[in-house]
């Protein structure tokens, strides 16, 4: 079902919104799982408004995206963008670089599964540039 005017989960809260600086356009997180040491896997519900994306980035342990509502994109480095919709699921394998966030037109929504995080923290990279997000499609 696509529900491009979707502003938030209906699911699972909105949560906070993202005041990193690792974010371009306005994001909201609410943790579903915190971490722990047992588990390693924590679970957050992420929201991104329309034309908003996270920087490059790399997952030493992987992260498994599940999206929820929306269109967003994701791209691996060096490969073509790939549009999402509700029901997608994308397995991001460790130290791969990447981004994923919302299409100019649409609310996105996608539960991040972080994976084997006892492998290190999420490493920030640089900002998908207005010139690269505006030449995806
Ligand atoms: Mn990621």
């Not at 943790?31 to 980035?57: K, Q, Y």
């Not at 997608?88 to 981004?99: E, G, N, S, Y």
């Amino acid at each position: 079902m696509n529900r491009p005017n979707l502003s938030e989960s209906v699911i699972f809260p909105k949560g906070e919104k993202i005041t990193n600086d690792y974010f371009r356009g306005a994001a909201w997180l609410e943790m579903l799982v915190t971490n722990d040491s047992t588990l390693n896997c924590p679970i957050g519900n992420v929201t991104f408004e329309p034309g908003a994306r996270n920087n490059w980035h790399i997952h030493p342990g992987g992260q498994i995206l599940l999206v929820t509502g929306g269109k967003g994109y994701y791209q691996e480095d060096g490969k073509p963008v790939t549009e999402l919709h509700e029901g997608d699921v994308v397995k991001i394998l460790p130290d791969v670089k990447h981004w994923h966030g919302a299409s100019p037109d649409s609310w996105f929504t996608h539960i991040a599964i972080s994976t084997n995080v006892q492998n290190g923290d999420t490493e920030w990279l640089e900002p998908v540039t207005d010139e690269e997000y505006n030449h995806l499609v």
